[in-house]
């Protein structure tokens, strides 16, 4: 599939990453892992390839470092982890440290200017994009959207990486660009899909409401359980834009006989970055229904149908405060009914 951020062929069908999935990040007999401390800087100023197109990621985070220190973005006594926070694509949970392929690793880095940002894309084969990032979360975070949202900034190649997480059924993948849509890396053990899973099972609604969708997690993960209609939605424009980008990623697991229908490019949308009245941007039909929407949750119900049989999960930035979230939860349920879940 064309990417909507460099338009190559970087992203692909969910079969294509979760077959791969066994040996990826595996190495091949020569390849040769050599452990560097990263509370330290880099001893030797080296790093090995290996001819089969691996490498240890050590070796890679040495050529970064070699790199920055080079385009004077890191000095030599600086430890190995000011580099920045490596994002292997696409991202599962590992038991041991991966062995890169080429293009499998999206860089965040605080400290990294432009130009070396380009230098690395074109020298280090493992990274495909580089971004810079700041001590935020990129994105609408707030209930009201009355902060302005911020992004982190793509410096050089493509920042669309995948994501694969794990239902009873079979896994499932969600892509993001990474500059716009914060990190959800799974483990694994992801207690959120479990436990919104379990409630999805528990309560089998005839309509599943994805209140805040981000990148579309739950909601697909309602979709490949058999939901028979499924609502995502976000205010936040990238978050809206992969959800429905994700549904056509995964559609192969869900009861649909047509692709997505966009009713918006990703570059339109980004014209709106927040919206307040919920705007459908695509949708996607067959014997399961799915309705992507970009706006503030709260002013769903205006336009939904009413379900008595409808669970709807608000996965917000801002819970953990245990009245907030009840006012929430009232609120929704004075006007929408059916089930309410706060993961
Ligand atoms: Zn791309
Ligand atoms: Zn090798």
């Known amino acids: 599939m064309k990417c909507p951020v460099c338009g190559n062929d970087c992203v692909k069908d969910a079969h294509e990453l979760i077959e791969r999935m066994p040996d ?9 892992s ?3 401390d990263k509370g330290a800087p880099l001893q030797e100023f080296y790093y090995a390839t290996c001819d089969c197109g691996k490498r240890f990621i050590d070796e890679v985070f040495a050529q970064l470092y070699i790199t920055m220190v080079e385009e004077g973005d890191l000095v030599p006594t600086d430890p190995l982890k000011k580099v920045g926070y490596p994002l292997i694509h696409p991202g599962f949970a590992l038991t041991t440290a991966p062995f890169l392929p080429k293009n499998s690793l999206v860089l965040l880095s605080p400290n990294i200017s432009p130009g070396t940002a380009w230098r690395i894309v074109h020298e280090v084969p493992e990274v495909r994009g580089v971004v ?9 975070t707030d209930l009201d959207l009355t902060v302005p ?13 995948a994501d694969i997480f794990y239902t009873p059924t079979h896994p499932f993948v969600v892509y993001k660009q990474q500059s716009k849509i914060h990190i959800e890396f799974p483990r694994g053990y992801d207690p959120k899909i479990i436990g919104v899973g379990a409630c999805i099972r528990r309560k089998m609604p005839r309509m599943f409401i994805d209140a805040d969708c981000g990148a579309g997690t739950l909601g697909i993960l309602a ?9 995502l939605n976000d205010a936040w424009y990238a978050a809206s834009f992969w959800a429905a980008y994700n549904l056509q990623i995964n559609r192969e697991y869900l009861l649909v006989k047509d692709d997505v229908h966009f009713f918006q490019k990703y570059e339109d949308m980004e014209r709106h970055p927040v919206v307040r009245d919920p705007l459908k941007i695509a949708e996607m039909k067959g014997d399961q229904i799915f309705d992507v929407y970009q706006g503030d949750f709260r002013m769903l119900p205006t336009i939904l149908p009413k379900e008595k049989e409808m669970l709807t999960v608000l996965d917000l930035f801002e819970k953990g405060d245990p009245v907030f979230n009840e006012r929430i939860r009232t609120e929704w349920k004075a006007q929408m009914g059916g089930d309410v879940f706060i993961p």
């Open 132 to 140: 810079k990032c700041g001590h935020f979360i990129p994105g609408a």
């Open 34 to 36: 050599r452990t560097l």
């Open 223 to 231: 979709g490949m359980l058999g939901v028979p209609h499924v609502i």
């Open 24 to 32: 990826i990040f595996a190495p091949c007999p020569r390849c040769k």
């Open 149 to 161: 949202p911020r992004t982190y900034e793509l410096l050089a190649g493509c920042d669309v990486r």
